[in-house]
């Protein structure tokens, strides 16, 4: 791993703070969402960044490396795409699902619009290693996985998160993008140690690390990246550094995008945290890490880690491991979205939370794609969204979810307002460049929706 860049100390790039970050002193380098970048089209900002000499590294939130379908060749290309044009030294992604459902389960695609985690089992490693072998193949430039936070646990995890991590670079060679804060939400939420997870894991896998702000309610840690970055999360970061001298160290913001001052002062006490816990001697890990080989290729590997050299067998085995892992997410995925009943083994109450959480992030997100909406419906743009959110899952991506929930509306007859519906039907033509359903459809399915409801 002796090849990995020096990053140094970076902000995650977001259009809404751009200037700013363009001001801000001592930002070596920025992390910029794959999915908001146009190759042929890149953002003022970022071009001026490059100039300048700043590294921009592309940050995937969309491939799903940990689902039970390999990765989508078009979003691999996209990917790819974005990497040349930045001239970035690696990409990044997450472990995690993203959707779930489709041929495997015999059920409709399910969007999550989130990062969800996988199982800790040998079925879901399995998968994950092919899947990222399979990216790596793809991608022009080395790639590095995140580990997440998650609101709920897996009944039956075989593996802690730093062994999976372990297991994970050992089989594939894959680099880490290691989230403190990540590492802080987990041991909130699911009682996980954050200081055994740094000793597990192979430190010298490490391309960068996340640095994120939250807020616990209730004694749940929400993830939000809108506001400041806790004394917990830097005591992970200084419990890092006291490992590993890790090659790049970025903060990530989201929203409520503070003053540059503000900015600024965090990005220095992250600064100043690495320097006081760089000062003393770096310590090994309480365990001794994996060792980073070459990844096996699928004929080698098996699914309870020995090995085989039998084609058919291995491909076998991952069919076998891929339908298993699809019928538990599709399962977890459909009741977090669309209201099914909680798979066995699960807290339903935290599940609860986190469909709420959901929810909650789809509305905000098509209120910000399609900001006239909360303009013609006021006040009664998010209950009237979260109520058609209980029990229609996202099905392709945001901006055909604001026309869905449109259309949703238009067949029910709502808004009352009359002027009001006009408007709702005026900006759906504009959009989906067809007349509302008639009468007829729309009874057909309102009907369909009510049987879906039951």
Known sequence: ????????????????????????????????????????HLPASLVRLRERGV?????????????ADRPDPGRLADLAERAEALGSPLVTEHIAFVRAGGPRTASPVLEAGHL?????TRDALRVLCENVRIAQDALPVPLAVENIAALICWP????????????LVERTGVRLLIDVANLHTNQVNR?????????????????????????????????????????PVLDILAELRSRVAPPGVLLERDDDFPPAAELAGEL?????????????????????????????????????????????????????????????????????????????????????VQSRALA???????????????????????????????????????????????EALLIEGRPEDPAARRRLTQWWQERAGARPPRRAVRLV?????????G
């Not at 969800?116 to 800790?120: E, G, W």
């Not at 055994?196 to 309610?217: F, N, Q, S, T």
């Not at 399915?445 to 409801?453: G, I, K, N, P, T």
């Open 1 to 40: 791993m002796n090849n990995t860049p020096h990053l140094g100390t970076g902000i995650g790039w977001r259009p809404e703070i751009a200037g700013t970050v363009e001001a801000l002193p001592g930002v070596d380098w920025v992390e910029a969402v794959a999915e908001n970048l146009c190759p042929g």
């Open 55 to 67: 590294t921009v590294v592309p940050h995937g939130v969309s491939l799903g490396l940990g689902g």
């Open 116 to 120: 969800l985690p996988v199982p800790r």
């Open 156 to 167: 039956d995890e075989e593996m802690s998160e730093g062994r999976f991590l372990a297991e």
């Open 191 to 231: 009682g996980e140690d954050p200081a055994k997870a740094l000793d597990e894991l192979p430190v010298e896998a490490i391309a960068y690390v996340h640095v994120a702000g939250g807020i616990e309610r209730d004694g749940v840690w929400h993830d939000t990246h809108a506001h400041p970055v806790t004394r």
């Open 268 to 352: 220095a006490l992250i600064r100043e945290t690495l320097e006081t816990a760089g000062t003393g001697t770096v310590r090994a890990p309480a365990s001794t890490a994996v060792s980073v080989r070459a990844a096996p290729s699928a004929a080698e590997e098996h699914t309870d880690g020995t090995e085989t050299t039998d084609a058919t067998d291995a491909t076998d085995a991952s069919d076998a491991a891929r339908e298993r892992l699809a019928l538990a997410e599709t399962a977890l995925l459909s009741a977090l979205v669309a209201g099914t009943p909680v798979p066995e083994g699960f807290d339903p109450r935290r599940l609860g």
């Open 360 to 406: 909650a992030k789809r509305a905000g997100v098509v209120a910000k794609v399609a900001p006239e909406l909360p303009g013609i419906l006021g006040a009664g743009f998010r209950p009237a969204f979260l109520a058609y959110a209980a029990h229609r899952p996202m099905r392709a991506g945001y901006r055909r979810d604001a026309l869905d929930f449109v």
């Open 445 to 453: 399915r309102a009907a369909r929706a009510a049987l879906v409801r």
